[in-house]
């Protein structure tokens, strides 16, 4: 990332990378884990607050907690019905940019393989 955004508070950073094109934007993959699952976005469903989750997070989520962000508990029942019937729920181009980027670990994610974290295996 480029040093004058890396020391900016993350809602300014996040407003310049938003208004850059996307293609002049490496991806991290800080920005492609799912807060909820902790692994790269699989199918990112990116919600009007702006917070992005798995696709399979969020339905479990929201079937769980009223149609609520699960970060900021803003409600997105009218939204997410919508874009679900409208079949517009994953964001596209950030789950295109995602595949390009991380192609190993997308296919390990599509194929239900978890990443490995590096800590021990729970006996």
Request: net charge positive; aromatic share 6%.
């Amino acid at each position: 990332m480029w040093p004058l955004v890396q020391n900016l508070p993350k809602k300014k950073k996040k407003s310049i990378i938003a208004s850059l094109p996307s293609q002049q934007v490496p991806l991290t993959r800080a920005d492609c884990l799912c807060p909820i699952c902790l692994e790269i976005f699989l199918e990112p469903v990116t919600l009007p607050c702006e917070h992005t989750f798995c696709k399979p997070c969020f339905l479990e989520t929201v079937d769980k907690a009223n149609m609520c962000c699960p970060l900021c508990r803003k409600r997105v029942s009218t939204w997410a019905r919508l874009n679900t019937r409208k079949k517009t729920l994953v964001n596209v181009e950030l789950w295109k940019r995602i595949q390009k980027a991380f192609p190993v670990q997308c296919q390990r994610r599509l194929n239900g393989v978890e990443e490995d974290h590096g800590g021990a295996a729970p006996g």
